[in-house]
């Protein structure tokens, strides 16, 4: 028991100005989320495609892209002319349509024309756009999703609401947006809760290690008061009491009411570094992904296929999927028309079928049950990259497969373990049981209020812990 005591008590010395900025953080995330380019705000930006004049089509640009196995071509109009982009296990390449050249961007004034063009389709003010600096990070780019896309271009919109815009040196794509509002507001959150300060953050695996330490020293910090707080508690006439008076009696009261609700946040957030440690990370492997996909020899698609490109669409994407090669033509944000790639006389219609995403997952694993939509409230939720698209779930014994009925991509491997994960981070951290996730306002509500409780309780503990340091308190 003394020992116990005395984990607690020295270890909540160190942690408690951590405990309380977790979860006043925690709900300022709630509110402000880190930034990102939304889907809404990228196609919002897209230019249409004027398919008149195109001499080489998407094999052409695989072919000149060099990369082996390609996945997927993507055509768009860029401000200085239509680009392929090919994708595929070895990363990301541009090609200019024109002449097949390659089409990263180089140069600081084409960047500033990429996204002045962008901001403009998105109705925000660009007359007055700079170029910032070409950076392989800075606080906003540290994700790792970007990492295809570095060194990014960054350019100020100097409009009103402090804009400023990333352009990919690989592809020229705007990737992420930031204002003043949101790079204010998450240091107060994002950045202090997952302990994202850029140097620490560059270097993937220093941070994932440090937040996995600090995470897991905290979560013993809490066990340790739980049990201690519990075992203390004494009985006198009838009646609980508290062998402690003031702050101490403040903080012992507070901990046993917030002991269920800080040892599972806790525990969850650490949880969210897993990163496979613990459980399975939800992604196939690789050799899963090429049988997925399937991929087929782009020099076989038919010479027509420029032919049949519509006018106006704002993008369209070619896309592997189960051995045949689809077309994707993309009109808006919700509207999308899929296609066979050289095929004029099959019929067109906005998604993938049921039948088509189990004869893909099929090929991945035993026993599949027939694919089935993914409900939006649903014990494990997923949504498509484009909104309102149907994401479709196929049951291969143990092994659920999400497949995106948009675009082909699979967004998810849940086995047992990913599974059990889900409940044990996702819900437990951010509350998003399918009975509160049709109740937004009542999430927002325990979200808000069990945080205040959280912070209230750490309050106490960094007073404790800072009288003690000053020898105000007696040490037993």
């Known amino acids: 028991m003394h020992a116990l005591i005395l984990v607690h008590r020295w270890l909540g010395v ?123 990070h800075d606080q906003w780019t540290v994700s790792n999703g970007l990492d295809p896309h570095r060194p990014l271009y960054r350019i100020k919109l100097n409009d009103e609401a402090g804009t400023e815009l990333y352009v990919s040196s690989a592809t020229g794509e705007v990737v992420r947006d930031t204002t003043r509002r949101e790079r204010g507001w998450n240091y107060a959150g994002s950045v202090a809760h997952w302990i994202y300060p850029t140097a620490l953050r560059r270097d993937q695996r220093t941070w994932d290690v440090t937040v996995w330490t600090l995470s897991l020293v905290a979560l013993i910090t809490a066990v340790a008061g739980a049990l201690s707080g519990t075992l203390r508690i004494q009985s006198a006439r009838g009646r609980l009491v508290s062998p402690h008076h003031g702050w101490l009696a403040w903080h012992h009261w507070l901990g046993l009411v917030c002991m269920t609700f800080v040892i599972s946040w806790i525990f969850s957030g650490w949880l969210s570094m897993d990163h496979g440690r613990l459980f399975s990370t939800g992604k196939p492997a690789p050799t899963e992904a090429v049988s997925f996909a399937r991929t087929t020899a782009w020099e076989k698609l038919s010479p027509r296929e420029i032919s049949l490109l ?43 079928q049921p039948d088509e995403a189990s ?19 649903d014990d494990y939720p997923v949504v498509s990259v484009m909104p309102d698209a149907p994401v479709y779930r196929s049951v291969c014994s143990q092994v659920w497969f999400h497949l995106d009925g948009a675009n082909g991509a699979m967004l998810e491997k849940l ?31 325990l979200i808000v209020t069990l945080c205040g409780f959280g912070l209230v309780f750490s309050l106490t503990t960094i007073v404790i812990g800072w009288r003690r340091l000053r020898g105000l308190l007696p040490v037993h």
Request: net charge positive; with cysteine; glycine share 6%.
């Open 415 to 445: 086995d047992p373990s990913r599974r059990a994960y889900r409940w044990a981070y996702s819900a437990l951290h951010t509350l998003d049981f399918p009975a509160l996730i049709g109740r937004p306002l009542l999430r927002t509500v």
């Open 14 to 136: 160190v942690f408690c100005l951590f405990f309380a900025m977790w979860f006043a953080t925690g709900i300022v995330m709630h509110f402000i989320a880190f930034p990102a380019l939304s889907e809404a705000e990228r196609v919002a930006g897209l230019a249409p495609i004027d398919p008149a004049g195109l001499r080489h089509g998407p094999a052409d640009a695989v072919s000149a892209s060099g990369i082996d196995a390609a996945t997927r071509v993507r055509l768009h109009t860029r401000a200085d002319g239509l680009v392929y982009r090919v994708d595929g296990a070895a990363g990301v390449r541009a090609i200019f349509a024109a002449n097949m050249s390659p089409a990263g961007v180089r140069s600081e004034s084409i960047a500033v024309a990429i996204a002045a063009d962008h901001a403009r389709r998105r109705e925000l003010n660009a007359t007055a756009a700079t170029f910032a600096e070409l950076a392989s």
């Open 359 to 377: 004869a893909a997952a099929s090929r991945l694993a035993p026993d599949c049950l027939p694919a089935a939509t993914v409900r939006v409230i």
């Open 310 to 352: 519509p006018a106006q669409a704002l993008e369209i994407e070619w896309f592997a999927f189960d051995g045949r090669i689809y077309r994707r033509e993309r009109f808006g944000l919700t509207s999308q028309r899929l296609a066979f790639a050289g095929d004029a006389s099959a019929p067109g219609r906005a998604f993938l």
